[in-house]
């Protein structure tokens, strides 16, 4: 059983770890204002861009863009204002500024390098390099957006001796919850699961159905939305029975508790998933009996 054990973090380690090569997709957006974002790319639909910039999330209305490309292959987290020129002639030419001193500007546009005199220039030409902020009224938030979560999870874990000597690992499932309420700070949220696992061995069947509540905290490290990994907490009650054949059998309710460590940066849409290493405890009274396994979760944001 250690083995298993060991084979699996080592498993989920390497994984995790390959997750951090993988590159991220970008997506150039571009305002009627002029202003342009070099941004990282999560999801669209028929009517919004969902993407991120500087580590925040954005949901941009497809109709207040001017233009957006996501197979733009351009630095991340960059932005710059497009000049508009405005000539005496009538003409108006857009583009970005290349070079200007006092007599000239040198503007690249979609017709390529174009110099200009400023005595031909009727609107001011800004003598500062602009590096606009994301326009926060775009701002993702998850609570104006009533993103709560629901989801469910598949758990292995194999049990510590002397208890995991005497029965395979438990298996079984759960069904969570998340309450977009009862999120802070874009980081802890509390959560609410009910689970109900099952070991089925040669001396020895337990079974656990257990309720908790649980703190869940989040981190992006890099603003890579793929390196998004999670620490949860979370206490409870279990009702566990020990059967140790058909006509003999032990249960009780106890206290229990787990720390569950992992990674979520893979998300599609509304949905998403999460890979974590789980350690559970069940405290009785004479002892106390814990595991340690892979949990598998996914879910949906409404």
């Known amino acids: 059983m250690k083995s298993t054990t060991l084979s699996l973090l080592t498993t989920l380690i390497i994984f995790i770890l390959g997750i951090s090569t993988i590159s991220i997709y970008p997506a150039e957006l571009r305002f009627p204002n002029g202003e342009v974002f070099h941004t990282e790319f999560i ?24 233009y957006y490309n996501l197979v733009n292959n351009g630095q991340t987290n960059n932005s710059y204002k497009i000049a508009i020129l405005s000539l005496k002639n009538g003409s108006v030419i857009k583009g970005t500024i290349a070079d200007k001193n006092k007599d000239e500007v040198i503007i690249k546009s979609e017709l390529g390098f174009l110099t200009i005199n400023r005595s031909e220039i009727k609107n001011t030409v800004s003598e500062a390099d602009d590096r606009p902020e994301f326009p926060i009224v775009y701002l993702a938030n998850d609570k104006l957006d009533n993103q709560t979560r629901v989801g469910g999870s598949i758990t292995y874990l194999p049990l510590f001796p002397p208890l995991g000597n005497q029965t395979p690992p438990l298996f079984g499932l759960s069904a969570f919850t998340e309450p977009a309420f009862l999120r802070f700070k874009n980081t802890y949220q509390l959560g609410f699961k009910f689970e109900y696992l099952q070991s089925t061995g040669p001396l020895k069947e337990v079974t656990t159905q257990s309720g908790y509540v649980y703190l869940h905290q989040s981190k992006v490290f890099q603003s890579n939305p793929l390196l998004d990994f999670y620490g949860i907490v979370g206490i409870g009650t279990s009702s566990v029975t020990y059967r140790f054949d058909q006509n003999n059998a032990k249960n009780g309710t106890n206290p229990s508790a787990y720390i569950e460590l992992g990674w979520q940066g893979l998300k599609y849409g509304p949905s998403f998933y999460r890979i974590g290493w789980k350690n559970l405890c069940f405290f009785e009274i004479e002892k106390t009996h814990c595991g340690s396994g892979l949990e598998l979760s996914g879910g949906v944001n409404f």
């Open 43 to 66: 999801y669209e639909d028929e009517r919004l861009l969902v993407v991120r910039f500087k580590g925040s999330e954005y949901k941009v209305p497809k109709k207040d863009l001017e």
